[in-house]
């Protein structure tokens, strides 16, 4: 049942996507009653979970937002805490979509959760059930009783380390996933767990932007003249701290105040509007 359920999965998803090119809205609207009235599902933030066989929970939803770019089913044991994320969509934007979690410990009825992110930062958890309650309760969930979140806080070794908006959040995660080879799980919607790889890559400092013998910011650009160069500074753990549009000089100096605090920054300085080099220089304290 399982394997046929997937296989399901897999063939309504490629006619989505081959019809959605001809006639999106059409399509949207005829998968979506197709898929209803084959499966019975129940539209996010709602969901559907049964059991297909043991050991074998099958959770599944309708889809009503095509601005959806995240969505994970998360499960726990005891449905207040300690939510842990098993499944993370590649397409989160399908109408419809479907998990069967194979890892379900035997004789215990875990709760599950569904949270997702809609383009522009709103993002959203579903209420928790598990199989065996009660379908109108908890199968059905309104938008309205979804709570938005706009704060993510990020935990490093159980402790919370970073707070942030979820626009910030975003820049924070993508200069985790692009500058190193750590990880971020999620521990709740709003809650991030962040963990340092162990092999941490070998650092070469650059050659155009480094701490002098004086400890200071030196930025050395022997091509000035015949190019145009711009250069942005970010804090280790994401944020923009400040840019400078156009360098004349080939040989600039820029003040300890400017970075407010010692420790790791990032830079990226472009060439012509190109990305000559991204790379990183710490700050000793005074």
Not at 15 to 21: A, D, I, P, R
Not at 139 to 152: D, E, F, G, L
Not at 199 to 207: I, L, Q, V, Y
Not at 268 to 276: A, I, N, R, S, V
Request: aromatic share 16%.
């Amino acid at each position: 049942a399982a394997c046929q359920y997937i296989t399901f999965l897999i063939t309504l998803q490629l006619l989505y996507l081959h019809v959605m090119k001809q006639f999106p809205l059409f399509s949207l609207v005829c998968l979506t009653i197709a898929f209803t009235t084959a499966n019975a599902q129940t539209t996010l933030p709602g969901f559907t979970v049964k059991e297909l066989t043991k050991g074998k929970i099958q959770i599944s939803w309708l889809n009503p937002y095509p601005s959806c770019v995240q969505l994970a089913v998360q499960r726990s044991f005891d449905s207040a805490a300690n939510f842990r994320t098993i499944f993370s969509s590649q397409s989160p934007e399908l109408p419809s979509n479907g998990f069967v979690d194979n890892q379900a410990p035997p004789g215990l009825k875990m709760y599950y959760r569904i949270f997702f992110v809609l383009k522009g930062g709103t993002y959203f958890f579903s209420k928790a059930q598990r199989i065996g309650e009660d379908e109108v309760s908890n199968r059905v969930v309104t938008a309205s009783s979804a709570i938005p979140k706009s704060v993510v806080r990020v935990f490093k070794k159980g402790a919370l380390a970073f707070l942030y908006n979820y626009p910030d959040y975003l820049r924070f995660r993508d200069s985790i996933i692009t500058k190193t080879m750590d990880s971020l799980y999620t521990i709740e919607a709003d809650s991030i767990d962040w963990r340092p790889s162990a092999f941490a890559p070998s650092w070469k400092a650059s050659s155009y932007v480094f701490t002098n013998e004086k400890g200071y910011v030196s930025i050395h650009l022997p091509d000035v003249k015949q190019h145009h160069y711009r250069i942005l500074f970010f804090e280790e753990s994401g944020p923009e701290i400040f840019q400078i549009k156009t360098i004349r000089d080939p040989d600039l100096v820029l003040d300890k105040a400017s970075f407010i605090h010692a420790g790791w920054f990032n830079f990226e300085l472009y060439e012509d509007e190109k990305l000559k080099e991204k790379n990183k220089f710490f700050l000793q304290k005074d």
